[in-house]
């Protein structure tokens, strides 16, 4: 019956998750879960935080995707406030298209980055299908930035360098203004999947606002 509400709760290290048929659900995440006594950032457990995201939406889990699921914190030890989970389903660079499903957390911001030509490749040009919860897709334009953004401080000190936000849920499509305009992203309070399609993709082409960042990405090709 409708009327009937089943609350269901499943624990998975820092994550609760709680659904019912009414849809009062949230999911939460411990940015100190991702992290061992050391400080050195877990992959398995930023996977583990992404599949519960994938099974919070109703997302298919595909067989093998958490082997093809790259994750990353940026090295800034804020895994839970900046990161980046995504699965690169194809990048033709012969014919030149791309496409990847990108995965992120409640209120967490993937950070202000552009792309450039490579020895290869173009600038990356691209657009982002919001498949399940929201989105803030953030790129050049008047600042409009909604006070629930609140960028961390491991990025630039809370700061970024452009702030018009197009605020996107499933079904809406957000394309980037221009090749090789900075654009960022923050996750409304249910996370967010989004589906990106591109001419191709190529890290040695991505560059970071924040020289930090943009060192530990780029040092880790």
Known sequence: MRSMKVLAVLTLGSVVLLAGCDRARSIKFDNACFYD???KFSEEKAKDAYVAVMKY???PVYKGIRQK???TDYGTGQFSKLGLGA???VNNE???YMLMDIYLLPGQMLPEHWHEKSAKNPAKLEGW????GLS????EGEANLSPQIVIPKCHMN???TVKHATICGPGDFAPLNRATARHWQYAGPEGAIITEVANVHDDSGVRHSDQAMNDHFLGKK
């Open 37 to 39: 006594k050391d400080g």
């Open 57 to 59: 939406h109703g997302y």
């Open 69 to 71: 699921l790259w994750v």
């Open 87 to 89: 699965v690169i389903w």
């Open 94 to 96: 012969e014919h030149r």
């Open 129 to 132: 299908l919001i498949r399940h």
């Open 136 to 139: 803030h897709v953030v790129g």
């Open 158 to 160: 809370g700061t970024v």
